[in-house]
Structure formats: C-alpha cells, structure tokens
C-alpha cells in the first residue's frame, strides 16, 4: 500500500533552518509529485510547494520562495523540505503528499516543527 | 491567488441527518479542454492528516462510503453528507488544484447535535 512516513518532530530557534523528510514506499517514486503543505495551529492548510520526483523540476510559493528548497533522492525514494530562517510564525504541521492525476491523494503523517528561542 | 470561501464555518448535525458545506471560489476551477473542475473536499480528523474524499468536484475517492457527494461547477461546490454518522465528526476543507499555490478553504467544523 501507499505509504508516505515523515521523519520526527523538530524544535528549532528562530534564524534557523529545518529539514524534513518524506520516505515513500508502495509505488514508483519517479512517476508522482511530492507537494509539502502545512497548517499552523488551529489554522487552515497552506501549499508550500512541490517537486515533480522524476525528473526534479520544483516550484514553490511566491510566499516561501528565497527560503524553502524542495529536493529528492528517488534512489532512496525519499523527498526533502528545508525551510530557512524560521521565525514564530513557522511553527506548523509540515505534511507531504503525493501528486496524483487528480489531487494530493496520499498524506504524510505529519511533522510538527516548532520555532521558539 | 484563487481564494477559497467556505460556509458555514461550523455545523451541528443529528446523527442520520444531512450535512451540507458550501465552498466558492473566486474565479472559475472549470478546465474546458478537459471538461473537468480541477477541484477536492478533504476530511480532517483531529491529530489526523487530511483525507482526500471527493476530487474533479463530484468523483469519490476510493474506500469513501457514498453518503459523501460533492457537486457544483466553475466556482460553486457543495459537499453532502446524506445521513450522518459519528465518524464524520470531523473539519472538512475544500481545495482548488486549478493552478498553483493550491488553495484551500478555511475549514468547516462539523459536530454532532
């Protein structure tokens, strides 16, 4: 089955950067998208971005642009979120999921970076 | 940015009853070429990550029971919930994959009355 697991919870200063990955099994790695959505606490989802897992191609929030950078290694099936220069407001649930023909059909479980000094 | 407007923000339902969210867009989700709304409603259970329920507007998504329907077109969408069940306790978002950013709906909190 299609599994998207992400790596551990994160607790970072601000000025600092976060790296979070995304493992996927269950399916050809290099035939789907990675998109990296978040949702602050209490708040709605917001798209961060996203990776086509083939051939590399990336395009990211004009929000985020300057400080995320989306990358892959489909030897190890796995895709990669680094955010830069957190603040507060970055605290968040950071989730990957997988680009279908249709939409985001398969979520990560979630990781939970939180910024405080 | 295409913004996503949900109603209502929340909703109380008795168990057996329907449920009915509103989403609307602000430009039109309606791909011509393809004939299809580039357009989802997710389930979000609490601690959970998003479920894709329904996508191109009214298409279920595999293992969603069918007392979920979505329907609408171009820029107004609704998702019903026939006959509600103590598991559909849950925020449901409605989403946009138009064009990127993907956008989402601010979430409707559905409970039991």
């Known amino acids: 089955q299609v599994l998207l697991v992400q790596s551990g919870a994160e607790l970072a200063k601000p000025g600092a950067s976060v790296r979070i990955s995304c493992k996927a099994s269950g399916y050809s790695f290099s035939s789907y998208g990675i998109h990296w959505v978040r949702q602050a606490p209490g708040h709605t989802l917001e798209w961060m971005g996203w990776i086509n897992a083939g051939h590399g191609n990336t395009k990211y929030s004009q929000k985020f642009q300057g400080r995320i950078a989306i990358t892959r290694d489909t030897s190890a099936n796995t895709a990669y979120m680094e955010l830069s220069s957190l603040r507060s407001e970055d605290t968040a649930v950071y989730y990957c999921a997988r680009r279908a023909v249709t939409t985001l059909d398969f979520w990560g479980q979630g990781t939970l970076v939180s910024v405080s000094s | 940015d295409v913004v996503m407007t949900q109603s209502p923000d929340s909703l109380a339902v008795s168990l057996g009853e329907r449920a009915t969210i509103n989403c609307k867009s602000s430009?039109?989700?309606?791909?011509?070429?393809?004939?299809?709304?580039?357009f989802a409603w997710y389930q979000q259970k609490s601690g959970q990550p998003p479920k894709l329920l329904i996508y191109w507007a009214s298409t279920r998504n595999s293992g969603v029971p069918d007392r979920f329907s979505g329907s609408g077109s171009g820029t107004d969408f609704t998702l019903t919930i026939s006959s509600l069940q103590a598991e559909d306790v849950a925020v449901y978002y409605c989403q946009q994959y138009f064009g990127t950013p993907y956008t989402f709906g601010q979430g409707t909190k559905l409970e039991l009355k």
């Open positions: 430009q039109s989700l309606f791909d011509t070429a393809y004939n299809k709304n580039y």
